[in-house]
């Protein structure tokens, strides 16, 4: 009897618990997805060097409201503070046989820019960071309650774990972003280790969740094949959007007329464009196939598929109207959902496959 009690505790200890990383792994979902959306409203305003030193705002826990209350000769003050930084950065890179770039880091001019403060810039970057720190919490707490299911569900563990170590070192590299005054491919990094921590997360959901999958479907091993690969082929299109996001940087600092812009990108554009239909394609046939599963996975695919035309017509407004600042989150937040969505629908597959 007393062993049967014992039985019985462990096992409502363990329904308790589960309902707990649940509830985490949803709110640091959640946190993942706002801080993508906060980094690409950044990214839209110019703001990523509207706090100049990190962790800290102009060298204070919250931003200056105006530029009275900012140390004396700021500007020239975190310029040095960013070459020890990148002296320090450039000896690393150099140990991995990266000498050009450790060059471009202590030389280029444009590194140590030192922007006028802007008070609305130096908000939002800071909102930025906020969310980043809320999500940093979150996956510390999941991590502590997936400690408990070490045994019975090493995976979630592991990838919990994982999921911080990726917010940790997503962290460090926001602050090489600043010290190296927004050098490109730093941003490019910064976005995939965003949906690499969103992958770990999004599995870890569905196998909390595995108990609940319908697997009353018979899925084809190929099905689940052609959504990883539509996923890779997401993956591509977000990094191609980023260097066309690059080259919309360059070309703003040559030219002052949004209208002319556009003309001015090379071949990363239409290359971009047409692999946006090439996108749609293989996510309608997905859509064609999934429509008639399980009601979970039909909604999943049903969401995947209003996601991918509101994309492109995200894509159409920008290329028609000259690229306006508004569309520009909205675009790459879309681009996240629908890789999201499909590592969803690939996870949830894989899991009524076994």
């Not at 970057?125 to 090493?154: D, T």
């Not at 999921?163 to 962290?171: D, K, P, V, Y």
């Amino acid at each position: 009897m007393i062993q049967f009690m014992l039985i019985l505790n462990h096992h409502s200890m363990l329904t308790t618990s589960t309902s707990l990383l649940k509830r985490l792994a949803n709110i640091t979902l959640v946190l993942v997805y706002l801080v993508i959306l906060a980094g690409a409203v950044v990214r839209a305003t110019g703001s990523g060097m509207g706090c100049p030193d990190w962790p800290k705002c102009f060298g204070k826990l919250i931003p200056p409201t105006d530029s009275l209350s900012l140390p004396q000769g700021y500007r020239q003050l975190y310029v040095e503070k960013r070459k020890a930084k990148n002296e320090r950065m450039s000896k690393v890179l150099r140990f991995f046989g990266a000498d050009d770039l450790a060059d471009k880091l202590l030389k280029d001019p444009s590194i140590y820019t030192e922007l006028d403060f802007n008070v609305t810039k130096a908000w939002i970057e800071y909102v930025n960071r906020l969310f980043g720190v809320a999500l940093g919490f979150a996956q510390l707490a999941l991590v502590i309650v997936a400690w408990r299911f070490r045994k019975e569900k090493k995976n979630i563990f592991l990838y919990s774990f994982l999921a911080l170590l990726l917010t940790i070192f997503e962290g460090w590299l926001g602050s090489i972003v600043v010290s190296t005054n927004l050098l490109p491919w730093t941003i490019t990094v910064h976005m995939l280790l965003a949906l690499g921590i969103m992958v770990f997360v999004t599995s870890i959901i569905v196998k909390i969740k595995s108990d609940e999958i319908e697997k009353r479907n018979s899925f084809s091993p190929l099905i689940k094949n052609i959504l990883l690969f539509a996923a890779i082929i997401s993956l591509v299109q977000i990094v191609l959007g980023t260097q066309v996001r690059e080259q919309i940087d360059n070309i703003a600092t040559r030219i002052d007329d949004r209208n002319l812009w556009v003309a001015q990108l090379d071949h990363w554009f239409p290359i971009h464009q047409l692999l946006a239909f090439v996108v749609l394609t293989m996510n309608g046939y997905l859509f064609l196939i999934l429509r008639k599963s399980a009601i979970e996975i039909k909604r999943f695919a049903n969401y995947l598929i209003a996601i991918i035309i509101l994309e492109m017509a995200a894509g159409l407004l920008l290329s028609t109207f000259s690229l306006p600042k508004f569309i520009q989150p909205v675009h790459l937040m879309l681009a996240v959902f629908m890789f999201g969505f499909q590592m969803s629908l690939y996870f949830r597959i894989k899991r009524a496959l076994v």
